[in-house]
């Protein structure tokens, strides 16, 4: 049984998808730990109902960014893991940190990347009167949001939405197509070589995995 690691700064939502694939045996894996660097991430608390260690870091505690995530580092690679999830985690990472876990460093970002990379993405797309957004799952290099991608899921965009009627639809495919992408990482299926991921020995295109 392979061991991950989920990182959050909120809710937790990617999370609690992610626990329940486990306990469904959708993800032949274990949720080890959860850690926030919000001492009231809501993601810590579902973590706890689902009985899994969760912990805070507060970047206030330290003298810098490499100091922080130093730290993190340290007490993540406590737990083991084969996988670190990024569920929301709202916070820039270091070099350091994503050099140390290439390649088994995971992140969802609420765009169709690489449009849309950063904060703010809902209000871009109805700012700019997008027919169609989306939701993207790619593994994490020193780029931001710029890691190779490995799977998108689209979303519609009416002329009456507002944000809340993105989220609500972003977030319905997210709780999808995360665990999945976890499932085959997990399986041995997914990789990343070089920076290119690779799913079943077959390298991905550019936006990733796409169905027949």
Sequence with gaps: ??????????????????IDACEQQKINGTINAVFSNKADAFGLDRAREAGIPAFSLLPHDFSSR????A?????IDAW???????????RILSP?????????????HPSLLPKYPGLHTHRQVLENG???HGTTVHFVTEELDGGPIILQAKIPVFPEDDERDIIGRIQHQEHAIYPLVV????????TMQGNTAWLDNVQLPAQG????
Excluded at 80 to 90: E, F, H, I, N, T
Excluded at 209 to 212: F, G, L, Q, R, V
């Design 96 to 108: 350091l940190f994503v050099n140390h876990y290439a390649g088994r460093l995971l992140n969802i």
């Design 1 to 18: 049984m392979k061991n991950i690691v989920v990182l959050v700064s909120g809710s937790g939502s990617n999370l609690q998808a992610m």
């Design 183 to 190: 499932s085959w990482f997990i399986e041995g299926r997914l």
């Design 80 to 90: 083991k893991p084969d996988l670190v999830v990024l569920a929301g985690y709202m």
């Design 66 to 69: 490499e100091a922080f995530d």
């Design 71 to 75: 730290q993190l580092i340290q007490e």
């Design 209 to 212: 995995y796409a169905a027949d």
């Design 130 to 132: 997008d027919s169609e």
